[in-house]
Nanobody, 124 residues
Framework: QVQLVESGGGSVQTGGSLRLSCAAS????????VAWFRQAPGKERENVAR???????FYLESVKGRFTASKDNAENTLYLQMDSLQPEDSAQYYC??????????????????WGQGTQVTVSS
């Protein structure tokens, strides 16, 4: 079965950086849409970034210019470089994938495969 395993979360101060990784197995990320979501306590899970099979990337407005999503097809790994982190970025971060080549959208229900999540905490 498909597995997505996140790593790289942690605690940083405001303005710091973190790089999340998501290693995929039994699915070729070169062929599908992959995405990053986050969920803070008491809030709905929201799409942070998504990358189509062709590499077109979309971002949540509030992270544009600070976060960079990328993928290494040879390593079958998805990344999220997060710079200028703010306390409001604190959340559990999840990688997700769908079987379609194009990205279906921002809704949680549109993504079939999920990782277990990694915690990001930004202190002021």
């Amino acid at each position: 079965q498909v597995q997505l395993v996140e790593s790289g979360g942690g605690s940083v101060q405001t303005g710091g950086s973190l790089r999340l990784s998501c290693a995929a197995s039994r699915i070729a990320i070169s062929d599908v849409c992959v995405a990053w979501f986050r969920q803070a306590p008491g809030k709905e899970r929201e799409n942070v970034a998504r990358i189509s099979s062709g590499g077109t990337t979309f971002y949540l407005e509030s992270v544009k210019g600070r976060f960079t999503a990328s993928k290494d097809n040879a390593e079958n790994t998805l990344y999220l470089q997060m710079d200028s982190l703010q306390p409001e970025d604190s959340a559990q971060y999840y990688c997700a994938a769908d079987a379609r080549r194009y990205c279906p959208g921002v809704r949680v229900t549109e993504y079939r495969y999920w990782g277990q999540g990694t915690q990001v905490t930004v202190s002021s």
